[in-house]
């Protein structure tokens, strides 16, 4: 089985919610753009809204390298809020899992994603912001292929 996201090219819909601890899930928003420009290097484009009082956006570039054999990559990611991250995934039979670091954070801090492929089009998103060993915030979401 192979996966649609991140493997090929394509635009995705993001709808959601984004849970922060001791808040009512807000709902989220977005667009996710993959792009191939060199033989295992891609290019993703992730910008969503979360809504709340003030609408807020947040966006990021990502900018990664996937191994001869597609089972692993590394990434750099530019977010307008998180700022500047490194991290690496896995590409399993039903799921693809990353992992993140946060670089120059006064606190430790990391993150983890997983795309869980319900359908050729569809995936199941989740993740975590942890500050030191606590969990600050989840969000949960499908992602649909646009066409």
């Known amino acids: 089985m192979t996966h649609s996201f991140l493997l090929q090219p394509g635009s995705w819909r993001i709808n959601g919610h984004w849970l922060k601890r001791n808040e009512h899930p807000i709902p989220v928003t977005g667009t996710s753009t993959i792009t191939w420009k060199q033989e295992q290097w891609f290019t993703i484009v992730t910008e969503f809204t ?3 009082a003030t609408e807020q956006k947040f966006y990021g570039k990502y900018r990664g390298h996937i191994d001869p054999e597609g089972k ?3 990434y750099v990611l530019k977010h307008n809020v998180l700022g500047h991250i490194e991290g690496e995934g896995w590409i399993g039979p039903q799921a693809i899992i990353q992992c993140y670091w946060i670089l120059g954070a006064s606190q430790s801090r990391k993150g983890f994603d997983t795309y869980y492929r319900l359908n050729e089009d569809t995936y199941h998103f989740s993740n ?8 600050n915030s989840t969000m949960e979401a499908t992602f649909q292929r646009q066409f």
Do not use: E, R
């Not at 975590?128 to 969990?135: E, M």
């Open 50 to 52: 979360i809504a709340q």
């Open 72 to 74: 692993y990559y590394t």
């Open 128 to 135: 975590g912001v942890l500050t030191g060993h606590n969990l």
